[in-house]
């Protein structure tokens, strides 16, 4: 009888479980006026940044089309910069604010699993500032233009991710 409780008790829990709802992005994105070098203001702790102590950038150059090359670096604690080269293009769909990127060599880019989501969920002050995230919220960023970002406006796109579901009690901000 205990057993048929406690799995009725799961069933009923898990019934009770809601999913995500559908990640809002942020309409129309031009990748021509989104390439160009994001700093990093603000993100959800990740295996992939862990050894990352600052000076966190983005570089995104626009080749034929809709693929990005893409250049992640950032500041060791010893003082060296680690960069990872990759490339972004299109998730699929008609939507230019859903990205996905590979930092896996090109011959392995045939295999989904070397792909990870990259969707641009709002921009603001034309250009100048982007929350990018993943539709299962593990992962999110604040880039800015600005080295050093505003702090209001970082701020601001943290509570609307917040509003979106993305839990950022653990948000990692730039030194």
Known sequence: MK?????????????????????????????SKYAGTWYEQARL??????????????????????????????RLQDGSVEVAIGEGRLAGGDSTSKLEVRFAPSWLSWLPMVWGDYWIIQLQDDYQYSLVGTPNREYLWVLSRDKEGDKAKVQALLEFAEEQGFDTSNVVTAP
Do not use: E, H, I
Not at 55 to 68: E, K, M, P
């Open 45 to 74: 702790p990740n295996r992939f940044q862990s050894k990352c102590a600052g000076d966190v950038q983005a570089d995104y150059v626009l080749q034929s089309g809709s693929v990005l090359q893409v250049t992640n670096q950032c």
């Open 3 to 31: 057993k048929s409780a406690s799995v009725l008790l799961v069933m009923l829990l898990a019934g009770c479980a809601q999913p995500n709802p559908d990640l809002v992005v942020q309409k129309d994105v031009d990748l």
